[in-house]
């Protein structure tokens, strides 16, 4: 009996007390798997600052993928993105990165192939004849070349890392047209610039879709906050370095490319 008094004694203290008598809980979620960040200027952070030690690739500490990292803390994360790189560039400097246990990859490649800082460039200086025509020549090679070049970098992404989700982001309109800006491009050559967004976003999505890869559209991720719109600018004007100039700024990648991301990865 003194015993059974002794044992009751000490659960009602533990009682009192609150100690837990349940098992002890399941373990905490595991931080997510290797994570591989593939791409050009914009898929880097170039235009967004703080670019650390990484030169002339400007891998910006507030770029999509360093957030997407730091808020979900990977097992290993290997960000190789860098400033000007084309397909090419991604092929032989940035997908010795992948490897079989590579569990997410994002990538944005693309518009450097098609020309795109030579049309910003074009545009800026020429006519409004000039820009439309430099467009339409970009909008050409992006439906008759780049589908194959992405083909060659999703087939080398698949390869190497088959087992990975791979998430591809697309390019935002520059402009809103009919905006807010009074100064600056003409409305016929913000047209011209958005029309090659357009037709990145349509040879871009249905290269990444043939090889089942999910397709972030720039544009929606950015509508509301492109160049001349009435809400905050998510992309910078003409800046200096030149380089940064046309590129998201961080609240672009905060805003626009992680909030986007996050939502399927």
Not at 35 to 43: E, K, Q, R, T
Not at 93 to 122: K, P
Request: one cysteine or more.
């Amino acid at each position: 009996m003194r015993l059974r008094s002794i044992a009751i004694s000490l659960f009602a203290a533990v009682v009192a007390t609150g100690v837990a008598l349940a098992p002890a809980s399941a373990d905490p979620v595991a931080a997510a798997g290797k994570y591989v960040a593939l791409g050009d200027s914009y898929a880097s952070g170039t235009g967004a600052g703080d670019y650390g030690d990484s030169g002339g690739c400007k891998r910006s500490a507030n770029a999509y993928a360093q957030l997407w990292a730091n808020a979900n803390a990977p097992s290993a994360f290997a960000f190789v993105a860098c400033s000007g790189a084309v397909t090419s560039d991604v092929l032989a400097e940035q997908v010795g990165a992948l490897t079989a246990d590579t569990e997410l990859v994002t990538i944005s490649i693309g518009g450097n192939d098609a020309g795109f800082a030579d049309v910003m460039t074009d545009c800026n200086l020429g006519s409004d004849d000039s820009c439309v025509a430099r467009n339409q020549e970009a909008q050409v090679f992006a439906r008759n070349e780049l589908p194959a070049r992405l083909d060659s970098v999703y087939t080398e992404i698949s390869g190497r890392a088959p087992n990975a989700r791979v998430v591809v982001l697309g390019y935002p309109h520059i402009y809103q047209l009919d905006g807010d800006c009074n100064v600056g491009l003409s409305e016929t050559k913000r047209a011209a610039i958005n029309g090659s967004s357009d037709v990145l976003a349509e040879v871009i999505a249905g290269r990444a879709g043939a090889y089942g890869f999910t397709f972030v559209d720039g544009r929606s991720a950015f509508a509301g906050h492109e160049i001349c719109s009435s809400g905050d600018w998510w992309l910078n004007s003409v800046t200096f370095p030149i380089d940064e100039s046309y590129h998201p700024n961080a609240a672009g990648h905060s805003g626009g490319y992680y909030a986007a991301l996050s939502a399927v990865a």
